[in-house]
């Protein structure tokens, strides 16, 4: 979909953060611009996945005719599913050889109902279940896809949507909904642990709102001086120790923490949780591995 399709996606949760009171201290009329403009600026350069067509791969049916299995560009741009071109050459990158064993999806953030869509083709076996805080039911029905609507962040809702599938546990959890990051931790601390097959993907959208000065728990990120060049300033954000050959060791390095960010960077922590020592009670990580790209975080569970 194209940036300006992006910015209107992300009006409601601009609205949903700014409660009436707050109108005042962020200025609601204006902001639904300025976060577009934001969305815009990451996504420079990035070509929508209407340009990008991959060619669909022939299936070989029992009867030996085929079939074209339409590719997941091609199935983002037949239903309109809000997701850039590099989101899904990493999608295809990751699920092309599996798409047919896939049995449970839950997207939270489902808007127009086309990436609900979208999943529902590109997964031929799997339901798919959508939440989202508004009323997407018109748009997000058809087979194989079941509407919720509530809070990404709601225990008792999510419960209830894991307690109607088999075991409870679904193969791939997307979240793509407020991209703030309390709610998205709170989502993963409610669904990871129990509700995510072992071996099964975890997948966060659009983390970098954390960077965004106009995003309500985004900030433009304090520009920092290299940690060497800071040695010899008292008031540094480093703390440093002796070290024989650079005289001070620097043992912080100064990182981005808001929002989404800081919720990712708890994640990196997980991911080598086995070298917390002070952890009680000791564990390895739970996570065979994380890849972190420009907008898309992956977790794939242990
Ligand atoms: C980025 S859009 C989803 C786009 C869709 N996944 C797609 O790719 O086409 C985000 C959606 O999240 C919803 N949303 C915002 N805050 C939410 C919350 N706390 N819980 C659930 N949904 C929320 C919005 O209503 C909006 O429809």
């Not at 940036?3 to 109108?23: F, G, Q, T």
């Not at 049995?103 to 086309?114: A, H, M, T």
């Not at 106009?214 to 540094?236: A, F, I, L, Y």
């Amino acid at each position: 979909m194209t940036n300006d399709n992006r910015m209107y996606k992300a009006l409601p949760v601009a609205k949903l953060a700014i409660s009436a009171h707050s109108v005042d201290q962020y200025g609601v009329g204006t902001k639904r611009l300025r976060i577009g403009r934001s969305i815009s600026r990451l996504r420079t350069g990035q070509r929508s996945h209407n340009k990008v067509r991959s060619k669909g791969i022939r299936r070989q049916k029992a009867g030996g005719a085929s079939q074209m299995e339409l590719s997941i560009q091609e199935l983002a741009a037949k239903h309109s599913a809000s997701k850039d071109a590099n989101y899904l050459s990493f999608y295809a990158s990751q699920f092309d050889g599996i798409r047919h064993q896939i049995k449970n999806v839950i997207e939270l953030g489902v808007q127009g109902g086309g990436s609900v869509k979208m999943w529902r083709d590109y997964f031929p076996r799997a339901q798919i279940f959508g939440v989202d805080i508004d009323d997407c039911s018109a748009a997000a029905q058809g087979e194989r896809i079941r509407f919720f609507q509530g809070r990404q962040e709601d225990g008792e809702l999510l419960k209830m949507i894991t307690d109607q599938i088999e075991g409870g546990q679904f193969d791939i959890i997307i979240d793509d909904a407020a991209h703030f990051g309390l709610y998205s931790k709170l989502t993963y601390e409610h669904l990871f642990d129990g509700h995510l097959k072992p071996g099964g993907t975890y997948i966060i959208e659009d983390w970098g709102t954390g960077y965004w000065d106009d995003w309500p728990d985004g900030s433009r990120p304090d520009p920092v001086s290299h940690e060497m060049e800071n040695r010899d300033v008292k008031d540094t954000k480093f703390i440093y120790r002796e070290d024989e050959a650079t005289g001070l060791l620097p043992r912080t390095f100064h990182s981005h923490q808001c929002g989404m960010v800081g919720f990712v960077k708890q994640l990196v922590d997980e991911s080598h949780h086995g070298a917390i020592k002070t952890a009680i009670p000791r564990r390895t990580s739970k996570f065979q591995y994380m890849i972190v790209t420009e907008g898309v975080v992956l977790i794939k569970k242990k």
